[in-house]
Structure formats: structure tokens, C-alpha cells
């Protein structure tokens, strides 16, 4: 019989809806159970391409013993992290705080007044190195709840007063400057891997919001340190395994400092990332010269991520999934880690034959030994990859990408998270710009479409999800209000279509209202109306996307350049301070909030086109402001005195001509009908 976790929407809820444990999802309704049994929560936070969350799955929760154990002395909550951020991140602060460590499966264990007590991720069927099995913990968890309640909520209370008292406050308002963002780039350098790209050792994960801090840096200042450890990791990474060498996209991170073995899960937040970062490379180094190899790579990289993610994430609806597991079916029934992208030397013989196989070998460093597990290898281009042939690499490739589609696919999550989606839009929008691919852009809008018809209510207030057109009970928090406003944003400035100005309006203004501290300028994750927790969860730091706290500073910024909005200019300012605090002593986890930094300290640049949209000069004009590197750079295009958007407005032609204007800080330049003279002001 399913449990109460088949009429969710989450299809991690779902892969637990046939577990014997008796689950339910987190809302009141658990809570008071647990109350009138007199029995604590056992809390599961997990993920659906979560590897280890399926292994403790099959483990334990699909056991019958523990099973019954479970359900005669708990009450089981399941939760997925992805649609509850607020709840994760309040449990998993507990987590971290006790233990010194976190990870997924998340286990807590709770009062029934879902005060934490026990802590722990991922526990053994049977003891091992040192772990004590599911059901010891289970055992000992329900011995102190019987034995020693008093104590047990003593722990508990302390562990809530905890929290409570690391609300984040800053009484320094002033922005960060000039010698903060060089601490941060220094701060970088010390982290740096000389030998290989990226920060610090293994596991190594892609540090996009770090590589888009350094590639502003280096448009503003000119540090060529800067540029190089930009186009260092992002050509190693796309040299690597953690890079997809037949089918385009990023897995989630790198086992290795070598970015050689990855975790193989493939996630929307990632691929949007990443696929933003090399488009804006290709827009560094796109100059000729010696970088020219490294720009075709940056605009393959780009360019095939993009599609990644159209081929094989967008739903039905116009949205994108969230997530392509890392386990698959290896044919033989067995569910294995990386089984769909891993290939051994006799396997490529079977698809292409002795000759092709030796030199596919080659070209992607396939050995007998093999990079990964039972001697199969993970594609990769290794550094000295000699000359290949173009034409018979790309056959290669063709062949390979067939023979891989005929094996079991990855499940893929298909729950559309706003956030997320709204990291794709803003990608595809600027990809599709750059490289004349009308088709991403497409791609973007519908995404955008669908957030707008079924994510945003009557209020213009945001949910976090929806699944096959059917939308999730949970509320938007602070980096869906961001995200979706930084993709309506981008798609603004790529179309001229002032309705996204306007609707990113619309969530800018909630964020002013209902996530903003009034006195201090403090951003909380979530809304002040949303469901109390036993602490408002709050994270400046950016992990594997950006905080809502820099994504909101990022968007309100970009929002007042467009539109000259002062309290937004305002609120992103004092935002701002938590940089100035974190930015030269942990660069690496504030990323996104450098990179806004450093459009702050650039302007940002404004940059209004007027002409006639069928006018080859005004579309000359408009790509070259779209590729101009000054940060945070807002670009407005339309009709002279169109009221479009504000940075329209009274701007005429010059001469019968398309014209450009640039401003920053509330100072113009004269206007310009020459596309180098612009290109020129941009540079500055």
C-alpha cells in the first residue's frame, strides 16, 4: 500500500511513496501526531538524484523490520530539500553546528515541538568504521526519548537558543571598495590549484560565481591574474570528465582535484551556471590572437551546455527539470553510479570498430586500467592532446552519443524549481544573443512564460515549484524572487520587451517588503509571512548557487540601472556590506557577491539603443552592448522615445541614425551612431 507521499508532487517523495515506512510530508498534521503519541520525529532530507539517499533507501527504508521499527516509535517526516530550502537549511545549520560536517541524506531527530536533538546523514545497515548501523541509532534515539525525556529536551532547547542567537547583523553599512575586492582576488590566488584549475582539493566543484567575479574583476581593473585563473578552470573543467565530452553539460562536482572521476548527477542550477560563465569567457577573450583557441572553446562549451539543456531537461510545459540522476540501469539490472557515461576499450570497439576505437581511446584518454571503476574510463580530452583528426573526432563523437542513447537512461527530476529555471532563462537569453542561436532564446521565454502562467499568483508572489503543469503548495523563498527576477532581467535587456522589466519589478518589490529587515537592510531566505520554523533561516553565502542574499543584491542592483529605482539601489547597497565583512576572508563562498561588487563599483554601466528594430545599425548596436565586459552592464533597446523602458525614454536619433547612449554614476556620454566609439565606451 503507498503511503502518504503518493499524491505529492516531488518525485523525490514519490521514489519513498512504496516504502513500508509509514512517511509523511512535513506539515502540522506530523507534528500534532507526534504529540499525541508522545513519540519525537525522525526527519529524512534528501534529494532525488542524491546517490546516497537511494543507497540508504534500499538499505533501510525499504526494509520491513526497520520498517516496523520505525513506525511503532516515530514519527517519519520526508523531505525534499529542493522543494523545502527553508527547512533544509534550518536543520542542516543544527547539523553542521554539532557535528562540524553535513551532507545528504540529512537524518535529525526531533521533538514533537520540531526542536532538534540527534544528528547524522547517511547510517549503515550494519556497523561499520567506527558508524553505528540505522537501527542502532534508531535504538538509542528511542531508549533516550523513553529513559531520559527530560534530558533529551534539555539538549534540544540549548540547540534552538543556539540558532537563535546566529542571526546575522552587521553594523558596518558601508559598501565594499577597491581594497576589498583585491583582499577577495588575493584571497582566491592563496586557494588556487596552479596545477590543475579550480580551489582548494578534493572534491573539487565548479566554482562559476568565483570565475564570474574574476572575469568582471579583470574588465574593470585589467588584471591579467585575474583573466588567467578565469580561463585556467574553465578550460581544465571542459578538458576534464566532470565535463560531458559526447553529450554537452557539467556533472555536479569532481571526486578528484584532476577534475578527471565526477559525481555524475547532472543539475539544472550547475549547467545554468556554468553554461553563463563560458559565454561570458568567450566575450573576455573573443579578440583574436592567442586566445582564439581558447574562445572556440569557451563558445563549443557554451553553446553545447545550452543544448544539454534544451535536448534533455526541458519538460513538456516550456520548463527545465531540475536534475539527470547519477545512477543508471548498467544492463544488467544493476543500479550503478556514472553506468550511462562510462566506456571501456572493448566497448568502443564494439561501436566503432579497431582503428576509430584506438584513436577515440586517445583522443579521450580511455585506458585498459580505466579512470573510474571495474576498468571503465571517464571521457576526457587530456592536456596534451596532440593533433586529431576534426572530421573523424566529430564522427567519433556522433557514433558514441547514438550507442550511449541506446543504453538506460538516468531517471530525470523532473520538478521545475523557480530559481533554477530562472538561472536558465537568464543563460539561454545571453547564449542565444552572443551566438545568433534565436532558438535559446526561445527556449528562455517559454521557461520564462511558464514561471509567469503558473509559478506567479494574483499577488505576484512566487511558488518555489511545479511538476507537469500542476503547481507545488510550497512558497518561493528569497533566491526564487532573485533568480527568476535576474532571468526576466536578462531577457529584457536581450529583447527589449519591457514586460520582464515589469514583472521583475513586481518580485523586487516583495523582496523589499517581505524578505528586507526594515532597519538594518538583513536579508532572511524567507518571507516574513512564510511558516515560522524554530529559526528564520538566513545565509549570505553562496554554495552551489548563490545565496538569495547576493542573487537579490544582484538583481536590484541591475533593476535600479534600468529603471533608476532608488530604494532598490538602496536595499542592494546595504546588502552589499556582507561582502565587505566576508569578501577578503572567504572569497570563495561569496562569489556572486563579489561579482555584484564589482558591478557596483563599475556603475553598473547603462546603455540605451534606439532605432528602428529592423535597422541592421541598430542591431549592430545592440549586440555590441550586449558584449561589452563592464560589469553588471544594463542594456535597454528600442524605438527613440519609446516607453518600453525607462532607459528609453527621451532618447532620440542623432541625425535620422541609430544612436547609443552610455551613462553611469549619473553621467552620460554623448550620444554615438559609430558601434566602435560605443564599444570603445564600454572598455573604459
Known sequence: MPNRLAHETSPYLLQHADNPVDWWPWSEEAFTEARQRGVPVHLSVGYSSCHWCHVLARESFEDEAVAAYMNAHFVN??????????????????????????????????????????????????????????????????????????????????????????????????????????????????????????????????????????????????????????????????????????????????????????????????????????????????????????????????????????????????????????????????HVEGAYYVWTPAQLREVLGEQDAGLAADHFGVTEEGTFEEGASVLQLPQSEGVFDAERIASIRARLLEARGERPAPGRDDKVVAAWNGLAVAALAETGAYFDRPDLIEAALGAADLLVRLHLDEHARLARTSKDGRVGANAGVLEDYADVSEGFLALASVTGEGVWLEFAGFLLDHVLVQFTDEESGTLYDTAADAEKLIRRPQDPTDNATPSGWSAAAGALLSYAAQTGARPHRAAAERALGVVKALGPRAPRFIGWGLATAEALLDGPREVAVVGPADDPATKELHRAALLATAPGAVVAVGAPDSDELPLLAERSLVHGEPTAYVCRNFTCDAPTTDVDRLREALER
Open 77 to 334: 517526516i520526508k523531505v525534499d530539500r529542493e522543494e523545502r530550502p527553508d527547512v533544509d537549511a534550518v536543520y542542516m545549520e543544527a547539523v553542521q553546528a554539532a557535528t562540524g560536517q553535513g551532507g545528504w541524506p540529512m537524518t535529525v531527530f526531533l521533538t514533537p515541538d520540531a526542536e532538534p536533538f540527534y544528528f547524522g546523514t547517511y547510517f549503515p545497515p550494519a556497523p561499520r568504521q567506527g558508524s553505528p548501523s540505522f537501527r542502532q541509532v534508531l535504538e538509542g534515539v528511542h531508549s533516550a526519548w523513553t529513559d531520559r525525556r527530560d534530558e533529551v529536551t534539555e539538549v534540544a532547547e540549548k540547540i534552538v537558543r543556539d540558532l537563535a542567537g546566529r542571526e546575522i547583523a552587521f553594523g558596518d553599512t558601508q559598501v565594499p571598495g577597491e581594497e576589498d575586492l583585491a583582499g577577495a582576488l588575493l584571497g582566491l590566488t592563496r586557494d588556487y590549484d596552479a596545477g590543475h584549475g579550480g580551489f582548494g582539493g578534493a572534491p573539487k566543484f565548479p566554482p562559476s560565481m568565483a570565475v564570474e567575479f574574476l572575469l568582471r574583476h579583470h574588465a574593470r581593473t585589467g588584471a591579467e591574474g585575474a583573466l588567467q585563473m578565469a580561463a585556467d578552470t574553465c578550460e581544465r573543467m571542459a578538458r576534464g570528465g566532470i565535463y560531458d565530452q559526447l553529450g554537452g553539460g557539467f556533472a555536479r562536482y569532481s571526486v578528484d582535484r584532476e577534475w578527471v572521476v565526477p559525481h555524475f548527477e547532472k543539475m539544472l542550477y550547475d549547467n545554468a551556471l556554468l553554461c553563463r560563465v563560458y559565454a561570458h569567457l568567450w566575450r573576455s577573450t573573443a579578440r583574436g590572437g592567442a586566445a582564439s583557441e581558447l574562445s572556440d572553446l569557451a563558445r563549443r562549451v557554451a553553446l553545447e551546455t545550452a543544448d544539454f539543456m534544451v535536448r534533455e531537461l526541458r519538460t513538456n510545459e516550456g520548463g527545465f527539470a531540475s536534475a539527470l540522476d547519477a545512477d543508471s540501469d548498467d544492463g544488467t539490472g544493476r
